[in-house]
């Protein structure tokens, strides 16, 4: 089955920096690769998504890339400012029925 | 209004009780899972259904049951062989190879 990891598992930047969180996954056969945000006792939230036709996909200050061949992926935000706290989740689909998180990343963004 | 539900918010149960927490859908997605998650850490899959009357196992499903009788419906039963249940948990929903929309969570303690 699919597994995931993710690095860093605690990042922080200074307030206006850029922050990158990678991912690597080992099923070739994975095609979707979401990006969740989950702040202190909430739900996850999905930020943002690519699949294995594009190389990479913005949205305002967040970026997520694809490296099919290497198997990675990953999450670019720029601009960072306080409200960007919070852990940070990867997830590949596992053949359409599931899908495998990352074990996290903890972004804290200083004043 | 459009969404995923979970309801009690808060849980206790004491030693050897069997409790059942409630998820509701009605975004008419075919798929829901349920997940645990314990502080600090990653989401661990429980159980997962694709589709009404059917249902697999994830990663730590001993000590977990569920059932799937309707397609809005995707209850999860705390066994008292969960020895160790004091957890939060997360219900999502989704169709097949797109983003998942979680539930705000119950958080169940023992006593």
């Known amino acids: 089955g699919e597994n995931v990891e993710q690095h860093p598992s605690t990042l922080s930047v200074q307030e206006g920096d850029s922050a990158v969180i990678k991912c690597t996954y080992s099923?070739?056969?994975?095609?979707?690769f979401p990006w969740y945000k989950q702040e202190l006792g909430k739900r996850p939230q999905l930020i943002i998504d690519?699949?294995?036709?594009?190389g990479e996909k913005k949205d305002q200050r967040i970026a997520v890339t694809l490296n099919k061949t290497a198997k990675h992926f990953s999450l670019h935000i720029t601009e960072t400012q306080p409200e960007d706290s919070a852990v940070y989740f990867c997830?590949?689909?596992?053949?359409?029925?599931?899908?495998?998180f990352g074990p996290g990343t903890r972004l804290s963004v200083l004043p | 209004d459009g969404g995923i539900t979970q309801s009690p918010k808060y849980l206790f149960r004491k030693e050897g009780q069997n409790v059942t927490l409630s998820c509701e859908q009605n975004?008419?997605?075919?798929?829901m899972y349920w997940y645990r998650q314990d502080p600090g850490q990653g989401l661990r899959l429980i159980y997962y259904?694709?589709?009404?009357?059917?249902?697999q196992k994830g990663d730590i499903a001993e000590g977990y049951s569920v059932s799937r009788e309707k397609k809005e419906s995707f209850p999860l039963t705390v066994t008292s062989a969960q020895k160790n249940p004091t957890a939060f948990y997360l219900c999502?929903?989704?169709?097949?190879?797109?983003?998942?929309?979680f539930g705000p969570g119950t958080r169940l303690t023992v006593l």
């Open positions: 975004l008419n997605h075919d798929a």
């Open positions: 690519i699949r294995s036709n594009v």
């Open positions: 259904s694709q589709i009404v009357n059917d249902f």
């Open positions: 997830a590949a689909d596992n053949y359409g029925q599931n899908f495998v």
């Open positions: 099923d070739s056969a994975s095609n979707y």
């Open positions: 999502a929903s989704s169709t097949r190879y797109n983003e998942q929309f």
